[in-house]
């Protein structure tokens, strides 16, 4: 009897543990911006999205004046090594990946460039104002802490010249990707003037992890119209909403 006892627990541990590693392997739920995919319910799809509705650093923020604290941030350090490899239409954004050896430093740590990505209009603000678009520069170190750099789109009457590339490789349609045919280093769309505000906050996107260390810079770039639209056609709008700040330090 003692022995059957024992092969019960040891056969519902083994269930147990394996009904475990299932979920952690079951496919994350669709997700989107608009409908029942929509920001709002992003925390009622899968419960691996809850940090979308409890974390308390979210991001995207609005960065306001009355807000930043000048803490004299060290400077960033740009190295532009290679070119990006493909611009990819992944159903959320227009992602450009980019081959290894583009990395930042950045408080003493380095970090390598993996892709930038588009939203319409931008997620983050800047006293208030909302940009017709963002890109989103994607970065992990050694240890995987992310850290993105994120740029602001003005609309100007002159096209972006590396816009113009990308956009001679556009991926149209959900799960393309292209390969890109003219050389764009990883920083080549950045402002010359590349003073930023910093902070602590999390993916736009879910699951929503927290811990992603912010970089906004200040100064946006230029597009023109059609340029822009190009984008919304095949992204819309695929930006989510401002995010509470719950007293988050933004530095500058």
Not at 20 to 26: A, F, G, L, Q
């Amino acid at each position: 009897m003692k022995k059957t006892m024992i092969y019960i627990c040891i056969v519902a541990v083994i269930a147990l543990l394996l009904s475990n590693s299932d979920k952690k392997h079951e496919k994350l739920a669709h997700w989107g911006y608009a409908g029942k995919e929509a920001p709002i319910n992003w925390a009622n799809l899968d419960a691996r999205y809850n940090m979308c509705k409890d974390g308390k650093h979210q991001s995207p923020i609005n960065i306001t004046r009355e807000d930043i604290i000048d803490s004299n941030l060290g400077d960033v350090t740009y190295y532009d090594d290679s070119i990006a490899s493909n611009f990819e239409n992944n159903g959320h954004t227009l992602k450009v990946n980019f081959k290894s050896g583009n990395m930042i430093e950045y408080a003493s740590k380095e970090y390598a460039l993996l892709q930038m990505h588009f939203h319409t209009p931008s997620e983050n603000q800047i006293n208030g104002k909302s940009f017709p678009m963002e890109a989103h520069f994607v970065h992990k170190d050694s240890k995987g802490n992310l850290l993105v750099i994120a740029v602001m789109f003005e609309i100007t009457d002159d096209s972006n010249v590396i816009i113009s590339k990308l956009l001679k490789n556009l991926p149209s349609k959900v799960g393309d990707k292209k390969d890109l045919k003219a050389d764009i280093y990883g920083y080549d769309i950045l402002p010359e003037d590349r003073d930023f505000y910093s902070f602590d906050g999390s993916l736009t996107t879910p699951p929503c992890s927290e811990g992603v260390k912010w970089i906004v810079l200040k100064n946006p770039v230029n597009i023109s119209v059609s340029q822009l639209e190009k984008f919304k056609n095949i992204m819309q709008e695929n930006n989510r909403p401002i995010q509470e700040q719950n007293n988050r330090y933004i530095l500058e």
